[in-house]
């Protein structure tokens, strides 16, 4: 087990050290080790998320030239034969759908320029009690400190995973459960990794990790994955779903569209365009 733990580390110094665009051969054989060989924890949970946001930056979709968005599938997760690179949760030629929960963490992910009309898309659950079946990337948090810190502070989605970690891992050895910290360590390594768009297919190791979760494990029935935000320094988590279960659970409730000004990350400072909570005929219908 320790030689297993040790690899992992090498494995993630490896990964980490990475600042280049992977040769083909490299990217090819990275997700044949994911797919076939490499191990992940296969403990979800079941969560209920009422609602989240998704930031599309008009002049991004195609023949759009930084115009109004009236069509709403134009805020869907867009079709899988626009998708020419990797994403941090999809492979080439796969359509994820990708959201937040706070409006600054999606303006800090996708960094739309000064000029730059965005819109602002909320999705809320069809049924309040429904939940979706998760996988949780994150950093597991030492549980004895946790606990201590339960009825003191508020408990961050961290230290509440881990605590439920802490309960799941009762089912498993003790080998067992350092194995399985270890691992979801180093997907939460992963996960956390800042890439450069000049080498955007690093983001391989991260879209064949999501890609065997969501759609080669657990059955298949799997819904979404949560990651924290690379880009906000407060690791606010990002969601990344399968698109149908966007259409099957959730409805689009509310569109705002805002101007982009120089150097403004606060969302109440932006003036605001349009809004609309109005759709007919899969269209907007601006106030």
């Known amino acids: 087990m320790e030689e297993y733990l040790k690899s992992l580390e ?13 040769p083909i051969e490299l990217e090819k054989q990275i997700r044949t080790f994911i ?5 992940i924890p296969e403990i979800s949970f079941k969560r209920v998320y009422p609602s989240f946001e998704r930031l599309t930056v008009n002049k991004r979709l195609p023949n759009n030239n930084n115009k109004r968005i009236d069509k709403i ?3 869907y997760n867009p079709p899988s034969k626009y998708i020419r690179n990797y ?14 929960f ?19 898309s909320k999705w809320s659950i069809l049924n309040r009690e429904e939940s979706l079946h998760v996988f949780p990337i994150f950093l597991p948090e030492n549980v004895d400190s946790c606990k201590k810190l339960t009825g003191i502070v508020e408990q961050t989605k961290a230290i509440e995973l881990s605590l439920q970690y802490d309960e799941l891992l009762k089912n498993y050895s003790n080998e067992e459960g350092k194995v399985i910290l270890a691992l979801q360590k180093f997907i939460s390594n992963c996960f956390s990794k800042r890439i450069s768009s000049e080498t955007n297919n690093q983001y391989v190791v991260t879209a064949s990790l999501a890609n065997k979760l969501l759609y080669k494990m657990f059955d298949g029935t799997l819904e979404a994955i949560t990651y924290p935000s690379v880009q906000d320094s407060t ?10 279960v966007l259409s099957q659970k959730y409805a689009l409730t509310k569109v705002t569209e805002f101007l982009v000004l120089k150097n403004s990350i606060d969302i109440k400072a932006l ?3 349009g809004v609309s909570n109005k759709f007919i005929g899969g269209k907007i219908i601006w106030e």
């Open 73 to 75: 599938r134009h805020l």
């Open 271 to 273: 003036p605001i365009h």
């Open 235 to 244: 690791g606010i988590d990002n969601i990344a779903l399968k698109p149908s």
């Open 102 to 120: 706070l409006t600054p963490t999606a303006i800090d992910e996708l960094k739309p320029e000064e000029g730059d009309l965005i819109t602002i």
């Open 35 to 39: 797919d076939a060989k490499f191990l």
């Open 10 to 22: 090498v494995l993630w110094s490896k990964i980490e050290s990475i600042d280049f665009e992977l």
């Open 87 to 100: 994403g941090r949760a999809n492979l080439k030629n796969q359509s994820i759908f990708y959201a937040t």
